[in-house]
């Protein structure tokens, strides 16, 4: 895949996330799993049944190119998503969590290459002008960790 003009308007266009390891709110700390990581996607929108697609990279070579795993999950009526990432050795990893409006299962974009759905990196990472390194990107988790990504 080729990234130029296209992947810049992307990347304007994205959403932004929170995401990190810190001392979790009581609501998000009830989803920990002391055998794997978990995945926790709040979304500012109306959206109870709506469909989260994560994208999961596990390094720098081949990042937004070659995914390491994908997973997707259901909002619940509170607009959460979880995703129990059981396959997930700890390490570091970037994430990459978009909302699937119509359900297509791929992040579609307008004809400048914007996208039409949001989009979230975790990191807290908002892209810019360049396209996002991993290490702009990458968080690292351990089993009973709780990643929070927030589409807004």
Not at 12 to 26: C, I, K, R
Not at 65 to 77: T, V
Request: aromatic content about 12%.
């Amino acid at each position: 895949m080729r990234f130029g003009l296209a992947f810049i308007l992307f990347l304007l266009g994205a959403g932004a996330v929170s995401a990190d390891n810190a001392a979790l709110p009581e609501v998000f700390s009830k989803y920990a799993d002391p055998e794997s990581v978990v995945l926790a996607v709040q979304s500012e929108f109306d959206v109870p049944g709506g469909l989260v697609r994560l994208v999961v990279y596990d390094r720098e070579d081949g990042f937004l190119e070659r995914a390491a795993a994908r997973y997707w999950s259901r909002f619940d009526e509170a607009g959460v998503a979880v995703l129990p990432l059981r396959a997930l050795e700890p390490g570091a990893y970037a994430f990459i969590v978009y909302l699937d409006v119509n359900q297509d299962g791929k992040l579609n974009r307008s004809a400048l290459g914007r996208p039409t759905e949001p989009v979230a990196f975790s990191n807290g990472f908002r892209p810019r002008l360049q396209r996002p390194k991993f290490d702009d990107v990458k968080i690292t988790v351990d089993h009973g960790s709780v990643v929070v990504m927030i589409l807004d």
